[in-house]
Structures are given as structure tokens and as C-alpha cells.
């Protein structure tokens, strides 16, 4: 499968534990994008990766989230002391850049992983 | 900040009547993608549109932007119940690379 994969798939957690997910995108894409995605609402942005640089974040995100994609291929992301309200669907996209010519921006999804905060 | 705002949030439709999804950005976009999430599942890219007044077709589907770059819409002629899901849409703005999604529209067909 040459998809973008994400682990863990679900994760159940007290409130104040600490957190790592991982998403593998497609290994020739030099793009990366978080987001998180609530019942009944579209994927909010978190951040934005282009190779081991990070572009963007969102300014929703406070200090407890961080990102990091040390070697421009898989990425980690971490949320400290989680809170009730972090529950939700943490999905990671990639999309190929300039070298994908007309497909440059077109993102492709990973099946998410889904938080659950006790 | 920006905001995308997408109607309806809900459309129930017989099989065979046609659909349409309107999105409208309080801000001029660089591009704006469209994609469909069945559910349980994870969003699928459908479309991006780059140009003032585009309009692209995928067999059913019209996609068409907005002159001014602000508003784009989504029409599927002649439903199935192979279109249920959740249509988004997702603006870029120029010069940047945050993508913000609207709300969706969730699409129920009835056979």
C-alpha cells in the first residue's frame, strides 16, 4: 500500500497524559499538512510541512501541540497534557509539491487517528 | 481570521435529482480544492480550480469558480446513491499554504 498510513489508528488517554501520533506519506511527497477533524465540521489545519521545514501553523494551535518532520518523510505530531477537548480525528494529507506537475496540490488523506481524552 | 463557509449542511435528495453545494470565502483565494468523504472515512480529492470563472467537469460533477475568486460551487446531475457522503470545499489563499475547509455539505440520496 503506497498510501499515507497513520499510527496509531485510535487512542484512548486520560486527561494530562501526554500524546505522539505518526503519519508516513507518500514517500515522493515533499508536502505535509495536519489537521483535525470534529463530528459534523471539515478538517480544521494545524500545520504545514513543506520537506523538514514547517511553513505554517495554525494560530488555533496552542503551546501544548508541536510538529516535527526531522527528515522530510514521516512526521510526528504531539499534543502535552491533553484536555477533553482535544478528542477528535487527527488526519495527515500529503501532496506531491511542484514535481507533481498539475497534481502539484492535490492531497491525499491517511485514515486519521482517532483521540479519545477520558 | 479566514473564513470558508459552505451551504447547505445538509441536502436529502431522490435518486436521480440533481445537487448543488455552494462555498463563499470572506477573502480572495489562490485556488480552491473540492473533496468527498463517505462515512467513516477520510476525505477524497475531487477537483482543484486555479482560474477566474473556471468551470470543470467530471462526468456528473460541475465545479465552477467564481469570478471574483471568492465563491465556488458544486453541482452533480442526476444522482446516485453511489454520491452519499460529504462534500467539502477547501480554499487557499494566494501566497500561502494554510487550507481551510468549509463546514460540508452532507448529501443523503434516497433509491
Known amino acids: 500500500d503506497t498510501g499515507v498510513s497513520q499510527d496509531p489508528r485510535h487512542k484512548i488517554t486520560k486527561r494530562g497524559q501526554n500524546v505522539t501520533f505518526r503519519c508516513d506519506p507518500i514517500?515522493?511527497?515533499?508536502?505535509l499538512y495536519w489537521y483535525r477533524q470534529t463530528l459534523g465540521q471539515g478538517p480544521e489545519f494545524l500545520t504545514y510541512f513543506q520537506n523538514e521545514a514547517q511553513l505554517e501553523k495554525s494560530r488555533l494551535l496552542s503551546d501544548r501541540f508541536s510538529a516535527e518532520r526531522p527528515k522530510g518523510s514521516f512526521s510526528t505530531l504531539e499534543i502535552q497534557r491533553t484536555e477533553q477537548g482535544d478528542s477528535a480525528m487527527y488526519l495527515c494529507?500529503?501532496?506531491?509539491?511542484?514535481?507533481?506537475?498539475?497534481?502539484?496540490?492535490?492531497?491525499?488523506f491517511g485514515p486519521g487517528t482517532r483521540l479519545t481524552v477520558l | 481570521g479566514q473564513q470558508v463557509m459552505q451551504i447547505p449542511q445538509y441536502q436529502h435528495v431522490q435518486e436521480g435529482e440533481d445537487f448543488t453545494t455552494y462555498c463563499n470565502s470572506s477573502t480572495t483565494l489562490s485556488n480552491i480544492q473540492w473533496y468527498k468523504q463517505r462515512p467513516g472515512g477520510h476525505p477524497v480529492f475531487l477537483i482543484q480550480l486555479v482560474k477566474s470563472g473556471e468551470v470543470k467537469k467530471q462526468k456528473r460533477l460541475t465545479f465552477q469558480f467564481g469570478e471574483a475568486k471568492k465563491n465556488s460551487s458544486l453541482h452533480i446531475t442526476a444522482t446516485q446513491t453511489t454520491d452519499v457522503g460529504t462534500y467539502f470545499c477547501?480554499?487557499?489563499?494566494?501566497?500561502?499554504?494554510?487550507?481551510?475547509f468549509g463546514a460540508g455539505t452532507r448529501l443523503f440520496v434516497k433509491a
Open positions: 514517500s515522493e511527497h515533499n508536502r
Open positions: 494529507a500529503s501532496s506531491p509539491g511542484l514535481a507533481g506537475g498539475s497534481s502539484y496540490n492535490e492531497q491525499f
Open positions: 477547501a480554499g487557499i489563499n494566494t501566497g500561502g499554504f494554510k487550507t481551510i
